[in-house]
């Protein structure tokens, strides 16, 4: 290719990206979703949503507590419910007419298909920034230590993006494969993202490779340090929508300690 294809190529991309980001953006479903986001950061902000081994162990409000919590709050909830939001880009561009006007130019299915990927990418990172800043905002006000900037972004930026990049591109495939673009296709991700979800946590023996969601990276090392603090606390790990845990147990959980090979099976989803 050569360097005016090139250069056309990541300029045809960006406006394909910045146009699908502000259409979106006007939509009803957008500002429904980034309400829904804006809520989720209050509930983790203020102890609402609680993230605990049952019945009552917790963690210290740090920066590695509050990170893992945003991280899955994330995770779970953009990664089954933000399907929605992201999916029917490329129909909505077919009912309009912008599809017929982008397949008389030079724009390659590839391509087209990338800017759709990033569109959705994209929006996700917005919603995750607002999840962050609560994040912030909760290990400022009610965190026991410093901020520890890499404990709190650091399960964002190895588990909730590659869960996150993974269903944007799954929204693309859906709509482009003619059986899964409507409604069947809504109800069919609905429950594979369960089925999905549920071996990489029911398996006794950790599997990288089915844990896409990160919920057994993160939560069977809030387990382990709950059962050292606590010897006599259970294997299990929730999460809920609670004013306050009656008679807490507070542990120190101390983040991930990561390695390349954590990395490279979080970069397998991304990939």
């Known amino acids: 290719m050569s360097g005016f294809s090139l250069t056309a190529a990541f300029r045809t991309l960006y406006h394909l ?3 699908d980001i502000l259409e979106r953006t006007r939509r009803y479903s957008f500002l429904v979703m980034l309400g829904l986001v804006v809520w989720l950061a209050y509930a983790a902000a203020t102890g609402l949503l609680v993230m605990n081994i049952p019945p009552n162990y917790v963690g210290q409000i740090n920066s590695a507590w ?8 994330a995770t779970l909830f953009l990664g089954w419910f933000g399907f929605y939001l992201v999916k029917g880009s490329i129909q909505h561009d077919y009912q309009t007419g912008v599809g ?8 390659s299915r590839p391509l087209y298909a990338l800017g759709k990927w990033l569109s959705h990418a994209a929006v996700f990172g917005i919603m995750t920034l607002i999840l962050l800043a609560a ?3 909760m290990n400022l006000i009610a965190g026991a230590g410093s901020l520890n900037v890499w404990a709190l972004v650091s399960p964002l930026l190895f ?4 869960a996150l990049f993974l269903t944007a591109a799954v929204a693309v495939l859906f709509e482009t ?13 609905f429950f594979l993202f369960v089925v999905l979800l549920v ?5 006794q023996a950790y599997m990288p490779q089915l844990d896409f ?9 809030i387990i382990a340090a709950a059962n050292q603090a606590y010897p006599d606390s259970g294997s299990g790990f929730a999460f809920s929508i609670r004013s306050s845990i009656p008679d807490p147990q507070v542990f120190t959980y101390a983040g991930v300690d990561w390695n390349l090979e954590m990395i490279a099976w979080r970069a397998f989803f991304l990939l």
């Open 17 to 19: 990206v910045r146009a």
């Open 66 to 73: 509050v990170g893992a919590l945003i991280a899955l709050t």
């Open 100 to 107: 017929q006007i982008l397949a008389t130019t030079p724009l």
């Open 135 to 137: 994040g912030v905002i």
């Open 159 to 162: 588990v909730t993006l590659p």
């Open 177 to 189: 494969v003619g059986w899964l673009r409507g409604g069947f296709g809504n109800i069919v991700y």
């Open 199 to 203: 071996p990489g946590v029911e398996n």
């Open 213 to 221: 969601t990160g919920i057994r990276l993160i939560g069977d090392r």
